[in-house]
């Protein structure tokens, strides 16, 4: 049995939920929005040269830090159980490759199908894909084993077919492609390479800070390599145009990881009273030396989501980092703790309160429907988004009680 890498509280903190929720039901509240017109340019996604990040350039991010911070808690949680070496990195690898193909199948539903060319449409395509991914990754309660696997069997077998299924490209010739990976692939990458790096590291935060300004020299080298090979269309070339994003994201991923030690390691919270203004003080001084880096690399690499650079995630890890200080005085500190609920299904099945938006999307694009958020224009619009997350919420915490989830 292996020892736990740092010493960590075994059970669910409130702080973390938290702000896995509240990002949630932004993710969703953003999304509609960018169907609204009349609305503030910084309630938009920024254009990828803008050298700006908005409102909802910093939500991707958030998921990505919260990532990060849930790291050293599943690890441990594993290795309290029991779990070997190659137990323990089978269980996180199965986990980033359920992220990946789901993101895969999303984004080929998203762009780059022929339609002519594919039996059914591609809106039944992407609603087939969401049946797989239930069936496969679902919570049953079935007591028949038989009956358990019958079912993942047959969920693979959906994805298989769709992938079979598939056309893509001018004139249907394709297979499905990696255009880019999602965001749910771009979560598993991120989350198998730095569950990688905090195991190589053993958890010392010196050690992780030096990962994370490896990551950072990575994409800086990765990337000028890259600009010699834009236009190349070889799957290969597209592979390695995707390897400093990447790293970019592992920046943050890392950024979340080491905010959860300075915050949870229980050697740096035996006397709380004594520990509590240092942890603060040591988010603040990472926070503040993330923003100087960022500024620092600004004239060479410009704030742009779209193109995953050191600027925008060293900015947004460092706006994460102030935002969960402050949850985690609010909440652990200062025990403010009941309007948690308001948010906590999307916090504990966050998975499906991902997926429950495109599921209705790709309804209404399958029966011609246009989405009734976007008849509203400006602040009505924003009320309407705003309404409609909440509206999600509420479903999920019916689905919570039936206990249907997602566990990859």
């Known amino acids: 049995m292996l020892n736990p890498i740092n010493t960590l509280k075994n059970q669910r903190v409130i702080s973390i939920d938290a702000f896995r929720g509240i990002t949630f039901l932004m993710m969703i509240i953003v999304n509609e929005i960018a169907g609204v ?53 089978r269980h996180i690898l199965l986990r980033a490759f359920a992220l990946i193909v789901m993101g895969f199948f999303m984004v080929n539903a998203e762009d780059g199908f022929h339609q002519p060319s594919m039996p059914i449409s591609i809106h039944s395509w992407a609603l087939l894909s969401y049946l797989g991914f239930m069936l496969i ?8 084993l038989i009956l358990n696997r019958a079912l993942v069997g047959m969920g693979i077998a959906i994805l298989i077919t769709l992938a079979l ?16 990976w999602g965001i749910l692939g771009l979560i598993g990458w991120a989350y198998l390479l730095s569950s990688w790096i905090y195991q190589l590291c053993r958890g010392k935060q010196k050690l992780l800070l030096i990962a994370i300004l490896t990551c950072v020299a990575l994409y800086a080298v990765i990337h000028s390599i890259n600009t010699q090979l834009v236009g190349q269309t070889d799957f290969v070339v597209k592979l390695l145009l995707s390897l400093d994003g990447h790293a970019a994201h592992c920046s943050i991923v890392l950024s979340g990881l080491v905010c959860s030690l300075i915050f949870f390691e229980e050697n740096q919270a035996n006397k709380q009273s ?87 999307e790709a309804l209404l694009k399958l029966f011609n429907l246009p989405s009734p958020i976007h008849f509203f ?4 619009g924003i009320m309407a988004s705003v309404i409609y997350a909440f509206f999600i919420i509420s479903i999920v915490a019916a689905l919570n009680k039936i206990n249907f989830k997602l566990k990859f």
Request: hydrophobic share 50%; proline share 7%.
């Open 377 to 380: 224009e400006g602040g009505t």
């Open 37 to 89: 017109n009349g609305v503030s340019i910084w309630l938009k996604h920024m254009p990828a040269d803008a050298d700006a990040m908005s409102f909802p350039d910093i939500v991707f991010p958030a998921f990505l830090f919260i990532v990060g911070m849930s790291i050293p808690f599943g690890i441990n949680h594993r290795l309290l159980k029991g779990d070997s070496f190659w137990f323990l990195n």
């Open 137 to 144: 990754w679902g919570v049953y309660q079935f007591n028949s």
């Open 274 to 360: 004594e520990h509590l203004p240092q942890r603060f003080r040591n988010a603040l001084l990472f926070a503040v030396s993330l923003i100087v880096l960022a500024t620092i690399l600004r004239p060479q690499f410009k704030i742009s989501k779209i193109y995953a650079t050191p600027s925008w995630c060293l900015y947004s890890a460092a706006i994460c980092i102030i935002v969960f200080s402050f949850l985690y005085w609010i909440i652990d500190l200062k025990r403010s703790q009941s309007w948690v609920n308001l948010v906590k299904p999307a916090a504990i099945n966050p998975l499906v309160c991902y997926l429950i938006p495109f599921v209705i």
């Open 165 to 180: 299924l598939y056309r893509g490209g001018v004139d249907g010739s394709q297979t499905m492609l990696p255009q880019w």
